[in-house]
């Protein structure tokens, strides 16, 4: 008797075929909004990671300048793009310019510039040096501003950095 019960029973436990189809359909559909999404957010984290990265070298350049010029003397900037000064215990003369869409540093006059910056990174368009001598009060001051370009696939992006360096050591008159 418990058979029979049993085989007359329909079986409506199931999904019909259009019920999976919808709801594959509805999956494939999210998966890929979510995967389109992340691809997005992937490129711009490393557009991003190399904008930092560009950022990072001018900013390093610029801190080495600014600690070496801090602790120098006879600070004097011939043109706009150059500037020379007397390091701490040294006798030659440190000169950073621009040259070649970087920032370098020569001794004296000598023509071997090493390039702080790397071009391959960063392409900076201007560099500028202006010094505020001593007015008695406060000690000699010089404002370095550097403008470049960052440029990533086919997008690009300009940066300008500032920094303000004071004089720590007074000059030296022989």
């Known amino acids: 008797m418990r058979t029979e019960k049993f085989r007359n029973q329909k079986l409506t436990a199931g999904f019909t075929l259009i019920e999976l189809m919808v709801s594959v359909s509805i999956f494939i559909i999210v998966a890929f909004v979510v995967t389109g999404t992340f691809i997005v957010a992937m490129d711009a ?10 950022i990072d070298n001018v900013n390093y350049a610029m801190d080495a300048m600014a600690l070496e010029i801090r602790e120098g003397t006879n600070y004097s900037s011939d043109a706009g793009d150059t500037f020379s000064f007397r390091p701490l215990g040294s006798d030659s003369s440190t000169v950073y310019k621009f040259k ?22 960063a392409t900076i368009d201007h560099l500028n040096f202006q010094p505020f001598p001593s007015d008695g009060v406060r000690p000699p001051m010089v404002r370095i501003n550097v403008y470049g370009l960052v440029k990533i696939g086919k997008t690009s992006s300009n940066f300008n950095i500032q920094t303000t360096v004071t004089q720590r050591n007074p000059d030296i008159t022989i």
């Open 45 to 54: 984290y490393r557009k991003a990671q190399q904008v930092r990265l560009v």
């Open 100 to 121: 070649d869409y970087t920032i370098c540093k020569s001794i004296d006059s000598d023509p071997v510039c090493l390039p702080l910056t790397d071009p391959k990174i």
